[in-house]
T-cell receptor, first 118, second 113 residues
Framework: GAVVSQHPSRVICKSGTSVKIECRSL??????MFWYRQFPKKSLMLMAT?????????EQGVEKDKFLINHASLTLSTLTVTSAHPEDSSFYIC??????????????FGNGTRLTVT | DAKTTQPTSMDCAEGRAANLPCNHS???????VYWYRQIHSQGPQYIIH???NNETNEMASLIITEDRKSSTLILPHATLRDTAVYYC??????????????FGTGTRLQVTL
């Protein structure tokens, strides 16, 4: 079964509004989780690393004030797209490691959230 | 993380083995090779990973060359459901820290009847 749960799977919002996406690690308490973004027919691009108990680490070119990340607990990270615009329409995917203590354990991914901003 | 090179696309007949190559000639000693696949409109699915020995699980086999500069993912009996984009990723693994995955463009595998 799924080890990373992401919600919602789809969301449509109006320009200027904010949208929150939740990512839950179901079988592992994750101090680190990752957020990716994917445009049509393109590969996944890492946006940021979510760190429990501290600030997220953003990749170059990703606006931290626009994409707010909160790692509220060891099993929950949220991504809030603030003041969304049509160009923010994309597929957002989170990931989390699968096992503590195994440093090479694979990351597992949620099923993604398709955001459409009208 | 070291870069990888994969063919853009491949075809495979259903029931046959699918052999997906990956070149990672600049891989470092502390980097593992991971394979994921992504079926349309879903999140990536973990398949297998290895350091230097060949690995096998219920989904696939991973063959890594002795010099670790390339690897091959083998799906022994491909089915239509294996049609997906397959990503070969080399990932630095550090003790106690979950490190990121950097995705390339992958190989689009089309399994046909």
């Amino acid at each position: 079964g799924a080890v990373v749960s992401q919600h919602p799977s789809r969301v449509i919002c109006k320009s200027g509004t904010s949208v929150k996406i939740e990512c839950r690690s179901l079988d592992f308490q994750a101090t680190t989780m990752f957020w990716y973004r994917q445009f049509p027919k393109k590969s996944l691009m890492l946006m940021a690393t979510s760190n429990e108990g501290s600030k997220a680490t953003y990749e170059q070119g990703v606006e931290k004030d626009k994409f707010l990340i909160n790692h509220a607990s060891l099993t929950l990270s949220t991504l809030t797209v603030t003041s969304a615009h049509p160009e923010d329409s994309s597929f957002y995917i989170c990931s989390a490691p699968s096992a503590r203590g195994s440093y090479n354990s694979p990351l597992h991914f949620g099923n993604g959230t398709r955001l459409t901003v009208t | 993380d070291a870069k990888t090179t994969q063919p853009t696309s491949m075809d495979c007949a259903e029931g046959r083995a699918a052999n997906l190559p990956c070149n990672h000639s600049t891989i470092s000693g502390n980097e593992y090779v991971y394979w994921y696949r992504q079926i349309h409109s879903q999140g990536p699915q973990y398949i297998i990973h290895g350091l230097k020995n060949n690995e096998t699980n219920e989904m696939a086999s991973l063959i890594i060359t002795e010099d670790r500069k390339s690897s091959t993912l083998i799906l022994p009996h491909a089915t239509l459901r294996d049609t997906a984009v397959y990503y070969c990723i080399v990932r630095v693994v550090e003790g106690g820290t979950a490190s990121k995955l950097t995705f390339g463009t992958g190989t689009r595998l089309q399994v046909t009847l």
